[in-house]
């Protein structure tokens, strides 16, 4: 069975249709890309995954849990799905330990000295061990991007969610966080991502998704899509993002 | 009977000055609470709750203070109950503190980043844990120079008080300038009490907003 099913849905700003009628299945273990021009929907369906955005139609299953259904504890469901967004969101008040344990402690009650510990086994596969104790206004927007990627595997998920999150770095960071998220996919965690690096997206992905006009355009194997795209759409969205 | 102001005059606006700070103390702690209680529903998921609370602030903060003394005061007696002036000042500025400080936290909570909670409740953090760890703690910092200001405007405002005989600095100003004679060395004492009271936090809050500024 799929770890996530999008079945046929339909989100709506209002009068305008930002997701028409979208259906996607995700394997466990997958590494799924969603690439596509700014407004065509890409965002909004990651969010719709872990029930950030409600949905006007079809149904979102997350490892048989239906996170559309209004009887959902979305609160159980997101300790297993992980996002991680663009502008980090780190909680600037909080040691980058303290931004890591918030949760284990307060949602799944780990005790401090055990919490410690995962904090700093998470910050190691990130490679900032050493930044334990700093906050996050001390640390370069790479480096806090990658302590997000952290909180967010402190929580051990079955399914992480990225958002863009190479697109609000300069591009001399982007290179650190990709490699953290390259070693995350090497881990074999199931992972949807949405970016503009195609690249990446060809190197990690087991399948590119591209979006246009809030509907799924084409999808496939990284290499095949990317390597020799079907419509023409596709293909004027790559040369513009190659160049 | 004319007497001069003394010393001990002075002295006995002193102490009547205790029971300025005690009524704004106490309609602090219960401004505080129901301000608390105000900003907290006004952020809620609940629509009835948010109402609710914006209709509370907006009738209180459209009816002068002066008028909840005398409802309290005068009003209740009508009924045949008795208030005491401690009772009605008590309540009328808990009402009317509790107004402004609930209109002072909710904006400082809805400062905090409509993303902060989204980190939090993507964490599996629940509705009172995001207010609890993430967006008060953050939301404090920016409180601290708005309250301290309303405090220096609550600090005067117990001057009102004094109409329904509560007797604190401003009342027994009054009582002096009646056995006096002397009002404008009367009066000119009492204001330069409530600037004494009133100027250090006045600094203090401009120096922790400065450095707020200077923190973000």
């Known amino acids: 069975m799929s770890l996530v099913e999008l079945n046929d849905v339909v989100k709506r700003y209002g009068q305008h249709t930002v997701l028409n009628g979208v259906s996607l299945s995700v394997d466990k273990g997958e590494i799924i890309a969603i690439i596509g021009r700014s407004g065509s929907g890409k965002s909004t369906l990651l969010r719709c995954v872990n029930g950030l955005e409600p949905i006007q139609g079809g149904s979102v299953t997350v490892d048989g849990t239906v996170v559309n259904d209004p009887g959902t504890d979305l609160r159980k469901l997101r300790q297993h799905?992980?996002?991680?967004?663009?502008?980090f969101n780190l909680f600037p008040h909080l040691s980058v330990e303290k931004n890591i344990t918030l949760a284990p402690k307060v949602v799944k009650h780990v005790p401090s000295g055990e919490?410690?510990?995962?904090?700093?086994?998470?910050?190691?596969?990130?490679?900032?061990?050493?930044?334990?104790?700093?906050?996050p206004d001390q640390l370069s927007g790479g480096q806090q991007q990658r302590v997000a990627i952290a909180r967010s595997l402190a929580m051990q998920p079955d399914l992480m969610l990225f958002d863009e999150i190479t697109s609000a770095l300069d591009p001399e960071l982007v290179g650190e966080v990709l490699k953290v998220l390259e070693e995350v996919a090497r881990e074999g965690m199931t992972m949807m991502l949405v970016t503009h690096e195609i690249g990446f997206a060809r190197k990690v992905a087991s399948r590119v998704?591209?979006?246009?006009?809030?509907?799924?355009?084409?999808?496939?194997?990284?290499?095949?899509?990317?390597?020799?795209?079907?419509?023409?759409?596709?293909?004027?969205?790559?040369?513009?993002?190659?160049? | 009977m004319i007497r001069e102001f003394t010393f001990i005059d002075f002295l006995y606006l002193l102490a009547a000055t205790r029971w300025t700070l005690a009524l704004t103390a106490v309609a602090f702690a219960g401004g505080g609470l129901v301000g608390l209680t105000v900003a907290l529903l006004r952020v809620s998921a609940l629509a009835p709750m948010r109402w609710l609370a914006g209709l509370y602030v907006l009738v209180v903060q459209g009816t002068p203070l002066l008028v909840w003394l005398f409802v309290f005061f005068f009003g209740l007696s009508i009924f045949g109950i008795a208030v005491s002036p401690w009772i009605a000042a008590a309540a009328s500025f808990s009402i009317y503190a509790g107004a402004f400080l609930g209109e002072i936290w909710r904006g400082c909570l809805q400062a905090i980043p409509r993303t902060q909670w989204e980190a939090g409740g993507s964490l599996g953090l629940s509705f009172v844990q995001q207010l609890r760890?993430?967006?008060?703690?953050?939301?404090?910092?920016?409180?601290?120079?708005?309250?301290?200001?309303?405090?220096?405007?609550?600090?005067?405002?117990?001057?009102?008080?004094?109409?329904?005989?509560?007797?604190?600095?401003?009342?027994?100003?009054?009582?002096?300038?009646?056995?006096t004679f002397r009002p404008f060395t009367v009066y000119l004492t009492v204001a330069a009490i409530y600037f004494a009271l009133c100027f250090p936090l006045t600094q203090w809050s401009r120096r922790l907003e400065r450095r707020l500024h200077v923190a973000r």
Do not use: C
């Not at chain 1, 995962?118 to 334990?132: F, M, S, T």
């Not at chain 2, 329904?164 to 056995?179: K, V, W, Y």
């Open chain 1, 209 to 243: 998704v591209f979006m246009h006009e809030g509907r799924i355009w084409e999808q496939g194997p990284a290499a095949a899509t990317l390597g020799s795209p079907r419509t023409p759409e596709l293909e004027t969205f790559l040369s513009a993002v190659l160049h």
């Open chain 1, 115 to 135: 919490a410690r510990r995962l904090a700093e086994n998470v910050l190691r596969k990130v490679g900032l061990a050493e930044k334990i104790d700093a906050y």
């Open chain 2, 133 to 179: 760890y993430i967006i008060v703690p953050q939301a404090l910092r920016l409180a601290i120079p708005p309250t301290v200001g309303f405090l220096v405007q609550l600090i005067k405002n117990t001057s009102l008080a004094a109409v329904i005989g509560f007797i604190e600095l401003t009342r027994e100003g009054q009582l002096t300038t009646a056995s």
């Open chain 1, 81 to 87: 799905v992980g996002i991680v967004f663009q502008s």
